[in-house]
Protein backbone atom coordinates (compact mmCIF):
# COMPACT_ATOMS: atom_id res chain seq x y z
CA UNK A 1 0.00 0.00 0.00
CA UNK A 2 1.19 3.56 -0.72
CA UNK A 3 1.92 5.68 1.86
CA UNK A 4 2.50 9.03 3.15
CA UNK A 5 4.43 9.88 6.37
CA UNK A 6 4.17 13.01 7.95
CA UNK A 7 5.21 14.30 11.50
CA UNK A 8 1.93 14.41 13.34
CA UNK A 9 3.74 17.85 15.34
CA UNK A 10 2.53 19.96 16.92
CA UNK A 11 5.32 21.78 15.58
CA UNK A 12 5.91 25.21 17.20
CA UNK A 13 8.16 28.03 16.35
CA UNK A 14 8.12 31.45 17.14
CA UNK A 15 6.73 34.08 15.04
CA UNK A 16 9.63 35.24 12.72
CA UNK A 17 11.31 32.08 12.35
CA UNK A 18 11.68 29.14 9.77
CA UNK A 19 8.84 26.38 9.84
CA UNK A 20 10.42 23.27 8.27
CA UNK A 21 7.90 20.27 7.58
CA UNK A 22 8.88 17.34 5.94
CA UNK A 23 7.30 14.27 4.47
CA UNK A 24 8.10 11.09 2.84
CA UNK A 25 6.66 9.06 0.86
CA UNK A 26 6.50 4.87 -0.30
CA UNK A 27 5.67 5.23 -4.23
CA UNK A 28 9.35 5.41 -6.27
CA UNK A 29 6.64 5.95 -9.33
CA UNK A 30 5.41 8.90 -7.99
CA UNK A 31 5.91 12.79 -10.47
CA UNK A 32 3.58 15.23 -8.31
CA UNK A 33 3.81 16.34 -5.27
CA UNK A 34 1.28 18.80 -2.91
CA UNK A 35 1.19 20.86 0.13
CA UNK A 36 -2.14 21.67 1.14
CA UNK A 37 -2.96 23.82 4.41
CA UNK A 38 -5.96 23.24 6.43
CA UNK A 39 -7.42 25.40 8.89
CA UNK A 40 -9.30 23.72 11.65
CA UNK A 41 -13.01 22.96 10.42
CA UNK A 42 -12.30 23.70 7.13
CA UNK A 43 -11.05 22.35 3.55
CA UNK A 44 -7.56 21.60 2.29
CA UNK A 45 -6.45 24.51 0.78
CA UNK A 46 -3.56 24.14 -2.19
CA UNK A 47 -0.41 26.00 -1.65
CA UNK A 48 2.45 24.54 -3.59
CA UNK A 49 2.68 21.96 -6.34
CA UNK A 50 6.40 20.39 -7.01
CA UNK A 51 7.36 17.92 -9.64
CA UNK A 52 11.14 18.20 -10.44
CA UNK A 53 13.83 17.50 -7.92
CA UNK A 54 14.70 20.92 -6.44
CA UNK A 55 13.59 23.83 -4.55
CA UNK A 56 10.02 25.76 -5.60
CA UNK A 57 9.92 29.53 -4.17
CA UNK A 58 6.08 30.88 -4.19
CA UNK A 59 6.84 34.21 -1.68
CA UNK A 60 7.64 32.80 1.99
CA UNK A 61 7.12 29.16 1.05
CA UNK A 62 9.22 27.19 -0.39
CA UNK A 63 8.61 23.41 -1.44
CA UNK A 64 11.79 20.63 -1.62
CA UNK A 65 12.00 17.37 -3.31
CA UNK A 66 14.38 14.50 -3.47
CA UNK A 67 12.97 11.94 -5.37
CA UNK A 68 15.98 9.21 -4.66
CA UNK A 69 14.97 10.04 -1.09
CA UNK A 70 11.46 9.88 -1.59
CA UNK A 71 11.44 13.04 0.45
CA UNK A 72 9.97 15.91 0.04
CA UNK A 73 9.67 19.21 2.55
CA UNK A 74 7.74 22.74 2.97
CA UNK A 75 9.91 26.13 4.43
CA UNK A 76 7.95 28.66 5.37
CA UNK A 77 9.97 31.42 6.38
CA UNK A 78 9.24 34.64 8.18
CA UNK A 79 6.05 32.47 9.87
CA UNK A 80 3.26 34.35 10.81
CA UNK A 81 0.28 33.31 13.59
CA UNK A 82 -1.95 33.67 10.38
CA UNK A 83 0.48 30.23 9.51
CA UNK A 84 -0.94 28.23 12.66
CA UNK A 85 -2.78 25.27 11.29
CA UNK A 86 -2.18 21.68 10.08
CA UNK A 87 -0.29 20.93 6.62
CA UNK A 88 -0.91 17.91 4.12
CA UNK A 89 1.52 16.36 1.83
CA UNK A 90 -0.39 14.88 -0.96
CA UNK A 91 1.72 12.30 -3.64
CA UNK A 92 -0.14 11.32 -6.81
CA UNK A 93 -0.10 7.75 -7.70
CA UNK A 94 2.06 5.77 -10.28
CA UNK A 95 0.85 3.23 -12.79
CA UNK A 96 -2.62 2.10 -12.19
CA UNK A 97 -3.01 4.90 -9.29
CA UNK A 98 -2.75 7.98 -11.96
CA UNK A 99 -4.42 11.09 -10.85
CA UNK A 100 -5.58 9.46 -7.60
CA UNK A 101 -3.30 11.34 -4.78
CA UNK A 102 -2.35 9.89 -1.14
CA UNK A 103 -2.40 12.21 1.78
CA UNK A 104 -0.24 11.92 4.58
CA UNK A 105 -2.22 12.75 7.83
CA UNK A 106 -0.71 16.16 7.99
CA UNK A 107 1.42 18.07 10.51
CA UNK A 108 -0.12 20.82 13.25
CA UNK A 109 2.06 24.02 13.21
CA UNK A 110 1.75 26.39 15.74
CA UNK A 111 3.37 30.16 15.25
CA UNK A 112 3.46 31.78 18.64
CA UNK A 113 3.26 35.52 18.41
CA UNK B 1 -19.24 32.55 -5.95
CA UNK B 2 -17.53 29.33 -4.74
CA UNK B 3 -15.77 27.42 -7.73
CA UNK B 4 -16.69 23.99 -5.37
CA UNK B 5 -19.69 24.33 -3.41
CA UNK B 6 -21.15 21.53 -1.32
CA UNK B 7 -24.72 20.89 0.51
CA UNK B 8 -25.12 20.63 3.07
CA UNK B 9 -22.71 21.99 4.92
CA UNK B 10 -24.15 20.37 8.21
CA UNK B 11 -26.10 17.36 8.58
CA UNK B 12 -27.12 15.54 11.71
CA UNK B 13 -29.26 11.53 10.41
CA UNK B 14 -30.30 8.64 12.73
CA UNK B 15 -28.96 5.57 11.99
CA UNK B 16 -30.15 3.68 9.26
CA UNK B 17 -31.34 7.04 7.63
CA UNK B 18 -30.23 7.69 3.77
CA UNK B 19 -28.56 10.84 3.29
CA UNK B 20 -27.40 12.09 -0.13
CA UNK B 21 -24.70 14.85 0.01
CA UNK B 22 -24.53 16.77 -3.24
CA UNK B 23 -21.10 18.54 -4.85
CA UNK B 24 -21.16 20.67 -7.67
CA UNK B 25 -18.63 22.80 -9.46
CA UNK B 26 -18.12 25.75 -12.12
CA UNK B 27 -14.45 25.26 -12.57
CA UNK B 28 -14.90 23.15 -15.76
CA UNK B 29 -12.73 20.30 -14.55
CA UNK B 30 -13.54 16.55 -15.28
CA UNK B 31 -12.61 14.97 -12.37
CA UNK B 32 -14.57 14.53 -8.86
CA UNK B 33 -13.95 12.55 -5.96
CA UNK B 34 -15.16 12.80 -2.44
CA UNK B 35 -13.19 11.74 0.54
CA UNK B 36 -14.25 11.49 4.04
CA UNK B 37 -11.70 12.80 6.89
CA UNK B 38 -11.47 11.38 10.83
CA UNK B 39 -9.25 13.00 13.75
CA UNK B 40 -6.21 11.64 12.77
CA UNK B 41 -6.68 9.72 9.89
CA UNK B 42 -6.26 11.55 7.13
CA UNK B 43 -7.87 12.14 4.06
CA UNK B 44 -9.52 8.99 2.42
CA UNK B 45 -10.41 8.33 -0.97
CA UNK B 46 -14.48 7.10 -0.73
CA UNK B 47 -14.94 7.41 -4.53
CA UNK B 48 -13.81 9.21 -7.45
CA UNK B 49 -15.11 10.06 -11.33
CA UNK B 50 -13.51 11.26 -14.24
CA UNK B 51 -15.92 11.91 -16.70
CA UNK B 52 -19.83 11.27 -16.56
CA UNK B 53 -20.00 7.13 -17.57
CA UNK B 54 -16.17 6.32 -15.32
CA UNK B 55 -16.75 6.15 -11.51
CA UNK B 56 -14.61 4.11 -9.86
CA UNK B 57 -14.19 3.21 -6.06
CA UNK B 58 -11.61 4.47 -3.70
CA UNK B 59 -10.07 3.02 -0.18
CA UNK B 60 -13.20 2.38 1.51
CA UNK B 61 -16.51 2.68 -0.50
CA UNK B 62 -18.21 -0.14 1.40
CA UNK B 63 -21.80 1.71 2.88
CA UNK B 64 -21.34 4.50 0.09
CA UNK B 65 -22.48 4.91 -3.09
CA UNK B 66 -21.99 7.75 -5.70
CA UNK B 67 -23.72 9.28 -8.97
CA UNK B 68 -22.18 11.77 -11.80
CA UNK B 69 -25.14 13.26 -13.07
CA UNK B 70 -23.35 15.73 -15.06
CA UNK B 71 -19.81 16.95 -15.73
CA UNK B 72 -20.12 19.63 -12.67
CA UNK B 73 -21.87 17.54 -10.29
CA UNK B 74 -21.29 14.23 -8.33
CA UNK B 75 -23.40 13.22 -5.08
CA UNK B 76 -22.37 10.78 -2.49
CA UNK B 77 -24.92 8.40 -0.82
CA UNK B 78 -24.91 6.60 2.41
CA UNK B 79 -27.43 3.66 1.82
CA UNK B 80 -28.36 3.00 5.53
CA UNK B 81 -26.07 5.86 7.91
CA UNK B 82 -24.02 4.04 10.82
CA UNK B 83 -22.53 5.91 13.57
CA UNK B 84 -19.00 5.23 12.97
CA UNK B 85 -19.79 7.50 9.08
CA UNK B 86 -19.91 10.20 11.34
CA UNK B 87 -17.13 12.51 9.44
CA UNK B 88 -15.99 15.43 7.68
CA UNK B 89 -16.86 14.99 3.85
CA UNK B 90 -14.76 16.37 1.26
CA UNK B 91 -15.35 16.75 -2.60
CA UNK B 92 -12.65 18.07 -5.12
CA UNK B 93 -11.95 18.30 -8.47
CA UNK B 94 -8.73 18.45 -10.86
CA UNK B 95 -8.35 18.76 -14.73
CA UNK B 96 -5.42 17.72 -17.00
CA UNK B 97 -3.95 20.55 -18.80
CA UNK B 98 -2.82 19.94 -22.20
CA UNK B 99 0.88 19.86 -22.62
CA UNK B 100 1.40 19.64 -18.89
CA UNK B 101 0.72 16.86 -15.85
CA UNK B 102 -1.39 18.21 -13.51
CA UNK B 103 -3.01 16.77 -10.68
CA UNK B 104 -3.51 18.97 -8.50
CA UNK B 105 -6.84 18.59 -6.64
CA UNK B 106 -9.54 21.81 -5.28
CA UNK B 107 -11.92 21.33 -2.24
CA UNK B 108 -15.05 22.33 -1.46
CA UNK B 109 -16.12 23.46 1.78
CA UNK B 110 -16.87 20.31 3.37
CA UNK B 111 -20.05 18.80 4.99
CA UNK B 112 -20.09 17.96 8.74
CA UNK B 113 -22.11 14.38 8.59
CA UNK B 114 -22.94 13.36 12.24
CA UNK B 115 -24.85 9.67 12.30
CA UNK B 116 -26.42 9.15 16.18
Known amino acids: QKEVEQNSGPLSVPEGAIASLNCTYSDRGSQSFFWYRQYSGKSPELIMS????GDKEDGRFTAQLNKASQYVSLLIRDSQPSDSATYLC?????????????FGKGTLLTVNP | DADVTQTPRNRITKTGKRIMLECSQTKGHDRMYWYRQDPGLGLQLIYYSFDVKDINKGEISDGYSVSRQAQAKFSLSLESAIPNQTALYFC???????????????FGPGTRLTVT
Open chain 1, 50 to 53: IYSN
Open chain 2, 92 to 106: ATSDLYECRRNYEQY
Open chain 1, 90 to 102: AVEGSGGSNYKLT
